[in-house]
């Protein structure tokens, strides 16, 4: 196994704001695995607020020993083996997990959404998310959203439903709201989830403060409209304690450490009555195609990494009538890989 890898600063098209946090640009790092005259790709987006950076996930990915990676494939094993190096470091684990779930479905002739028994039929319309801002920001953003047929809109500031009337009179698409934990108030939360209900939208993604499993509980209690936890679940094992506090859970694969336990994750929320959502973080075409590869068995898609970014380095993924549309080829499918932007190796 060789292994060559790029860090690359993925540049936002808008200063991204949720409630209490604000950035212009992440460091992503993408990952190129040869095996058996083999290419295929990982990557890792390193949100700063998760703790990770380039530099901790380059001396990851040199503590590994990849040797231990051979054909056929234990994904399981793999995951409780980087869990063995270090704990923590999820985005660098979800860059291998990718990385040899593409080089798997390469190997194999398959599909990754093939492998993962995924159909293509059931994607579900991905959401298109705006962040906080100025109303003719907001307004600017809508127009870049053509396409998309639903909204996700970043909640928990203080001019929550000012912002909803913005959106309301440029766009009647449905609405999916994100507090990021910004509410305080439990009676004020469900007040508003109400108001927004009346409004058109159809979710409401991590209302109150992660460590608030009552307060979510009582919301998820009252709500007209799933409640979804986010920040409250990273991997397979926050999963059991969530069931009844929230509808649902939105798994992404910078938390989950990649597609294998995302999907052990989708079986586990399905077998406790739960709902999911796959989500990103800011990713190129790699992690979202990934993310594409599992959301046909999720009930929703929040996978915008490359409509948000300016300089995506891969081709986009194909959108048609606000859904993604899974190509034919093996693994990822990944395509406009440009071989000069793997700068480094060992
Ligand atoms: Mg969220």
């Given at each position: 196994m060789k292994i060559a890898y790029t860090v690359y600063s993925l540049e936002l098209k808008h200063p991204f704001a949720i409630a209490g946090y604000t950035r212009t640009s992440t460091p992503v790092i993408l990952i190129r695995l040869t095996y058996e005259g083999v290419e295929a790709y990982g990557e890792a987006s390193m949100v700063p607020y998760l703790g990770e950076r380039a530099e901790t996930a380059v001396a990851f990915l040199k503590r590994v020993d990849w040797?231990?990676?051979?054909?056929?494939?234990?994904?399981?094993?793999?995951?409780?083996?980087?869990?063995?190096?270090?704990?923590?470091?999820?985005?660098?684990?979800?860059?291998?997990?990718?990385?040899?779930?593409?080089?798997?479905?390469?190997?194999?002739?398959k599909p990754c959404y093939e492998l993962y028994k995924a159909d293509p039929l059931k994607m579900p319309v991905t959401s298109y998310t705006i962040g906080m801002d100025r109303p003719e920001v907001t307004r600017e953003k809508i127009v870049d959203a053509a396409g998309f047929k639903v909204l996700k809109i970043k909640l928990g500031g203080d001019n929550d439903k000012a912002l909803i009337n913005t959106i309301r009179s440029a766009s009647d698409l449905p609405l999916y709201v994100d507090a990021?934990?910004?509410?305080?108030?439990?009676?004020?939360?469900?007040?508003?989830?109400?108001w927004l209900h009346d409004q058109g939208v159809q979710l409401i993604e991590q209302p109150m403060d992660k460590a608030d499993l009552e307060g979510n509980a009582w919301l998820t209690g009252r709500s007209p409209i799933p409640i979804l936890a986010d920040e409250a679940v990273q991997r397979l094992a926050d999963i059991d304690r969530l069931k009844g506090a929230y509808h649902g859970i939105n798994i992404k694969l910078m938390k989950s450490g990649g597609m294998y336990e995302a999907n052990q994750m989708i079986l586990k929320a399905r077998s406790l009555g739960m709902k999911v959502m796959i989500g990103c973080m800011s990713e190129t075409s790699c992690a979202t195609q990934a993310g594409m590869a599992l959301a046909p068995l999720c009930d929703w898609s929040d996978l915008d990494g490359p409509w948000l970014t300016s300089n995506n380095p891969f081709t986009a993924p194909r959108l048609q009538e606000g859904?993604?549309?899974?190509?034919?080829?093996s693994g990822l499918g990944l395509e406009g890989i440009d071989p000069a932007i793997f700068t480094s190796c060992f």
């Open positions: 040797k231990r990676f051979v054909q056929p494939f234990n994904f399981g094993e793999m995951i409780t083996y980087l869990d063995s190096i270090e704990k923590g470091n999820p985005a660098v684990k979800a860059a291998i997990d990718i990385a040899l779930n593409d080089l798997n479905g390469k190997l194999l002739n990021n934990q910004g509410w305080k108030d439990k009676r004020q939360a469900i007040e508003m989830i109400y859904k993604y549309q899974l190509n034919r080829e």
